[in-house]
């Protein structure tokens, strides 16, 4: 089975903190991604890759880069937390045009 | 660009009554087409998948979806709820050629005993 895992379950920091959530696939997948997940609001696309050392920037991408140097490791970086970006971040991985394989999250608070 | 719009936010069944989420969608080409569903506390899992074979689509646990280009919907339905059903459901769309997908903002379901 596949399996996409998250470095952190919880993560609390204060803002103005640069935060990395990492995120590593074990199924060669080219293609990875990272949402956030608010109530009422769905899951929304933040950044994604389709291959090492690319990215494209989801619905949301302001306050947050991302870095894919290895085909298996895609990090998501809050340059400088804020409380609006308190929030549940996923990661998933996907061959092009399958589904998506998410990782159990990151629910991360900034105070 | 693609976009979802799941119509309603809330649904509560009796169980061993049909379910109804219903997913209205707009996208550029031909689309590809998801719902998940995420239980509490759990991660998100596949449902079913519409990718341009049959319109009617059958998912696991008994979910089945339509394809209808005409109405650009994707309504997901089960004939006899349980109450396991009880969880969060997001439909996603994917232009055919494009690597993002579109969430919608989800659907609660409950299912009263």
């Known amino acids: 089975d596949v399996k996409v895992t998250q470095s952190s379950r919880y993560l609390v920091k204060r803002t103005g903190e640069k935060v990395f959530l990492e995120c590593v696939q074990d199924m060669d997948h080219e293609n990875m991604f990272w949402y956030r997940q608010d109530p009422g609001l769905g899951l929304r696309l933040i950044y994604f890759s389709y291959d090492v050392k690319m990215k494209e920037k989801g619905d949301i991408p302001e306050g947050y880069s991302v870095s894919r140097e290895k085909k298996e490791r895609f990090s998501l970086i809050l340059e400088s937390a804020s409380t609006n970006q308190t929030s549940m971040y996923l990661c998933?991985?996907?061959?092009?045009?399958?589904?998506?394989?998410f990782g159990s999250g990151t629910q991360l608070s900034v105070l | 660009a693609q976009s979802v719009t799941q119509l309603d936010s809330h649904v509560s069944v009796s169980e061993g009554t049909p379910v109804l989420l219903r997913c209205n969608y707009s996208?550029?080409?031909?689309?590809?087409l998801f719902w998940y569903v995420q239980h509490p506390n759990k991660g998100l899992q596949l449902l079913l998948k519409y990718t341009s074979a049959a319109t009617l689509v059958k998912g696991i646990n008994g979910f089945e979806a339509e394809f209808k280009k005409s109405e650009t919907s994707f309504h997901l339905t089960k004939p006899s709820a349980h109450m396991s059903d009880a969880a969060e459901y997001f439909c996603?769309?994917?232009?055919?050629?494009?690597?993002?997908?579109?969430f919608g903002a989800g659907t609660t379901v409950t299912v009263r005993a």
């Open positions: 996603v769309v994917s232009d055919r050629d494009d690597y993002k997908l579109s």
């Open positions: 996208s550029s080409y031909s689309p590809s």
């Open positions: 998933a991985s996907s061959l092009e045009g399958e589904k998506l394989f």
